[in-house]
């Protein structure tokens, strides 16, 4: 037997030094480049749709009222005070919705009285079948004759602007909304002897508040669902929900996630807000406004299924396919007081909102011509 020691012995294996191993092939980050970048140009193209406005929003400490501003707070302030007193006071309305079915009929009448004061003769109903005592109410500035928008005399181009005039059950409503009616019953007066290109309605609608609301209950989804049946060209609506809350101190804007960084976390401005379809609607009309009035201003138009952003009449006006906005002070997003009984005429600050009702004036005047 052959001793294993005296054996020749083999060298030993040769060990491959290992490479270095790739993670991510060249064509893969080429196909990830390529990703982040459609992904940042769509994120940058829904920050110009969605959040980036035209115009500059008005900064810095506000002008002295004119005498034209005052002269117009004392009058939203005194329509105010008349809707949204939380004692019934003599002559005074207070909580308004079908749960105070008294209130909410003293409403209708004292809104309709006014406007028969400023000279409407017609004042169209639209009632809603369940859940609402009284109706809608409409007046109709007829457009220019010769005008574009009274080309087709049968069917005009029409612009509406509405607010709803219930209140949330056990609450005056002061800021929600009898300052978007007092609003709506100022732009109404002033446009009675003032044709414009467009057909301009105003609505006074009923039901915006629970347990109507986004039901066929809704008034102004009824009243949209009557324009769409005869097919009216509305070009726009306006909706203008609670417009009097304002305030300087750091922190007292809130906003639904993830919208924090975009926007001042001071609530002193008012907002501009449409859906992605009526984004051009929503831009135009915050330019016009920020053309013309020296007051702070913020715009969005953002999915609709956002918290807050569906919240108001113009909702209805999307389910029927028409372009529409809001203009609010943000309600609950800002306003302590809103859907409480807080919500007081003492608690609204009537210099801005007349500020505000001026520049909705011009954005009024500014669509109906386009």
């Given amino acids: 037997m052959a001793n294993p020691a005296s054996q ?3 060298p030993p294996p040769t060990v491959p030094r290992p490479r270095p191993s790739r993670i991510v092939s060249a064509a893969a980050l080429k196909r990830l480049a390529i990703l982040f970048a459609a992904i940042g140009a769509a994120l940058f193209c829904a920050y110009i749709s969605m959040i980036s406005m035209p115009g500059e929003s008005f900064r810095g400490a506000l002008p002295p009222a004119t005498d034209s501003q005052r002269a117009l707070a004392a009058e939203l302030r005194g329509y105010v005070n008349i809707l949204a007193d939380a004692e019934g006071g003599v002559g005074r309305v ?7 079915p008294r209130r909410f009929a003293a409403a209708y009448s004292w809104i309709d009285d006014q406007l028969a004061a400023y000279g409407y003769e017609q004042r169209n109903e639209y ?5 609402s005592p009284v109706p809608n109410i409409e007046v109709i500035v007829p457009a220019k004759v010769g005008e574009a928008g009274a080309a087709n005399a049968n069917k005009p181009r029409i612009l509406v602007i509405g607010a709803h ?3 949330f059950q056990g609450t005056p409503g002061a800021d929600d909304n009898a300052s978007g009616v007092a609003a709506t019953l100022h732009l109404a007066r002033i446009f009675r002897h003032d044709p414009q290109p467009m057909e301009l309605r105003f609505l006074f609608f009923v039901n915006e508040e629970p347990p ?3 039901t066929d209950d809704m008034g102004s989804w009824v009243y949209a669902k009557a324009c769409r049946a005869k097919n009216d060209d509305i070009a726009a ?8 809350y304002y305030s300087d101190a750091p922190g007292s804007q809130r906003y639904p996630q993830p919208l924090a960084s975009l926007y001042p976390s ?8 449409g859906n ?9 009309a915050i330019s016009i406004f920020r053309e013309h009035a020296q007051f702070p201003s913020e715009g969005a138009a953002l999915p609709g299924i956002m918290p807050g952003v569906g919240w108001s009449d113009h909702w209805s006006f999307w389910q029927e396919g028409y372009d529409a906005i809001m203009i609010t002070d943000t309600a609950t997003f800002r306003n302590p007081n809103y859907h409480t009984p807080g919500d007081r005429p003492d608690t609204l600050d009537y210099d801005r909102m007349a500020r505000v009702v001026e520049g909705i004036e011009h954005v009024i005047r500014g669509l109906a011509a386009e």
């Fill in 212 to 214: 109507a609301f986004w």
């Fill in 276 to 284: 992605w379809k009526s984004r051009g609607l929503t831009r135009r």
């Fill in 94 to 100: 207070g909580n308004r919705s079908t749960y105070y």
């Fill in 266 to 273: 001071t609530g002193d401005f008012i907002g501009f807000v």
């Fill in 127 to 131: 009632p809603v079948q369940r859940g």
């Fill in 165 to 167: 005039y219930d209140a």
């Fill in 8 to 10: 020749p012995v083999d």
């Fill in 237 to 244: 609506m306006i909706s203008i929900e609670s417009i009097g």
